[in-house]
């Protein structure tokens, strides 16, 4: 495993001529984020040795690399998700892969579903802690040296990420939220019943991506922020159907917003 992430590492190392040290997974709403960047350059997935191969044709995503404002960034845009059938090994490769290739600081995004009654569709959430709710660990098997056999999880999501996106966010007039994210196998969305069972839990938003992400970042020494878009809520009441396209449009109407928050706090790190 080591051996794949470093053969890879190499890989891109030799195609890459800046030096990033932040690194964006563009999940739902974040998208558009590409098109803020300069002097690109790209890595297909499928041109990269050891990289997960892609269960949807011709959709396998790209490493990009450029600049952000004043910022050297790394950008992945596709993610692998557990649903998909990757063990958590897959799902978690790239970040282990940005850790060889330099990168300490981790922003993503995805889309979730709110379990917070105060939260009305189309909010941003800032998550300030998550709830692992995944079958399977993403550091089950031999400890990487990377990070400890028993890693520290106390502050997943960086304090100080967080309160300068709150401050951002403020100044630009953008409202935010704050909560956990709740991180489940999917790929059905939940019952009534697991709504609220997560709700009780603690849980404001529940997502199938992120948490495997997250904890492999942390385990490898990286700062994380990570930012939900609430595209459907799981309260009681407001409880309606939910499909992948109700789900794509709130987040598509967020994107802006969000961002405008990610580009500032990036180049602000
Ligand atoms: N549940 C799980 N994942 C999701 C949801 C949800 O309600 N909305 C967007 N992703």
Redesign the pocket.
């Known amino acids: 495993m080591l051996e794949q992430i470093q053969e890879t590492a190499s890989f891109i190392r030799a195609r890459m001529h800046t030096a990033p040290e932040t690194a964006v997974i563009l999940g739902?709403g974040l998208g558009k984020l590409v098109n803020e960047l300069t002097d690109t350059y790209e890595i297909r997935y499928e041109e990269i040795p050891n990289f997960p191969v892609s269960t949807v044709e011709g959709h396998s995503g790209k490493l990009i690399f450029g600049r952000l404002g004043k910022k050297e960034i790394m950008a992945m845009q596709g993610r692998f998700h557990y649903y998909e059938g990757y063990n958590m090994k897959e799902v978690t490769f790239p970040v282990r892969v940005m850790h060889e290739l330099g990168i300490k600081n981790l922003f993503v995004s995805?889309?979730?579903?709110?379990t917070n009654p105060t939260f009305e569709i189309g909010d941003l959430m800032i998550i300030t802690d998550h709830i692992n709710f995944f079958p399977e660990h993403p550091l089950r098997g031999k400890n990487i040296y990377y990070g400890p056999r028993f890693p520290d999880m106390s502050e997943a999501y960086s304090r100080k990420f967080i309160e300068r996106a709150k401050r951002i966010a403020a100044k630009k007039g953008i409202i935010v939220r704050e909560g956990i994210y709740i991180g489940?196998q999917?790929p059905?969305?939940?019952t009534p019943a697991e709504?609220r069972m997560f709700a009780r839990w603690g849980a404001d938003?529940?997502?199938?991506?992120t948490v495997p992400e997250v904890i492999v970042a942390n385990h490898c020494g990286m700062k994380v922020f990570g930012i939900s878009v609430?595209?459907?809520?799981?309260v009681e009441g407001k409880i309606v159907e939910?499909s992948h396209e109700d789900?794509q449009k709130a987040?598509d109407a967020a994107q802006p917003r969000m961002t405008a928050i990610m580009k500032d706090l990036i180049n602000e790190e």
């Open positions: 739902s995805n889309a979730a579903g709110g489940t999917g059905t969305y939940e709504y938003a529940v997502g199938m991506s609430i595209t459907d809520l799981g939910v789900v987040a």
